[in-house]
T-cell receptor, first 113, second 110 residues
Framework: DAGVIQSPRHEVTEMGQEVTLRCKPISGHDYLFWYRQTMMRGLELLIYFNNNVPIDDSGMPEDRFSAKMPNASFSTLKIQPSEPRDSAVYFC???????????FGNGTRLTVT | GQQVMQIPQYQHVQEGEDFTTYCNSSTTLSNIQWYKQRPGGHPVFLIQLVKSGEVKKQKRLTFQFGEAKKNSSLHITATQTTDVGTYFCAAGAGSYQLTFGKGTKLSVIP
């Protein structure tokens, strides 16, 4: 089992550019989560999916953020346009069933200049 | 919304000393999970507690869930340099939205 796979590992972009983060969950997991981690705010849940359907996106900061899960093995988090305050580490995590442990990917460190 | 307070924020210990981090919720929880994040790494699941008053052990780590299911603790006996990292509690309140504490960053001085 390769675990949760995220790409890219690092992303440096200029303000105003579009950023797309990618995630492949563990095969068979039916929940997928996107988290953002910063020193100031810690780990924040942005959105989560169950069986590819978005369940709760109340953590998405604003309309510049969007997430999709077109199939059980792939999800994207898009920021358009990006701003310096979006700089953070973005984690994708997956799990099987409710109240189950989360398996995190290695994260994408995003820097917006 | 649900709030989870985790203390202390930082802890520096001499190798061999004990370490404890505490997690407190404003609401009754369905379960609590603990994660460890090494520097530069990602959170890794350690354990889940579900029952009131539950105590679980993993080698030198002892996890407790309070009787009222509103608080939890993680205790490490005789810390080692391999214990360095940030320990997070994650509180579940039944809606499948885990709320993470801010974490306790542990430094171990050899």
């Amino acid at each position: 089992d390769a675990g949760v796979i995220q790409s890219p590992r690092h992303e440096v972009t200029e303000m105003g550019q579009e950023v797309t983060l990618r995630c492949k969950p563990i095969s068979g997991h039916d929940y997928l989560f996107w988290y953002r981690q910063t020193m100031m705010r810690g780990l924040e849940l942005l959105i989560y999916f169950n069986n590819n359907v978005p369940i709760d996106d109340s953590g998405m900061p604003e309309d510049r953020f969007s997430a999709k899960m077109p199939n059980a093995s792939f999800s994207t988090l898009k920021i358009q346009p990006s701003e310096p305050r979006d700089s953070a580490v973005y984690f994708c995590a997956s799990s099987f069933g409710t109240d189950s442990p989360l398996h995190f990917g290695n994260g994408t460190r995003l820097t917006v200049t | 919304g649900q709030q989870v307070m985790q203390i202390p924020q930082y802890q520096h210990v001499q190798e061999g000393e004990d370490f404890t981090t505490y997690c407190n919720s404003s609401t009754t929880l369905s379960n609590i999970q603990w994660y460890k994040q090494r520097p530069g790494g990602h959170p890794v699941f350690l354990i889940q507690l579900v029952k009131s008053g539950e105590v679980k052990k993993q080698k030198r780590l002892t996890f407790q869930f309070g009787e009222a299911k509103k608080n939890s603790s993680l205790h490490i006996t005789a810390t080692q340099t391999t214990d360095v990292g940030t320990y997070f509690c994650a509180a579940g309140a039944g809606s499948y939205q885990l709320t993470f504490g801010k974490g306790t960053k542990l430094s171990v001085i050899p």
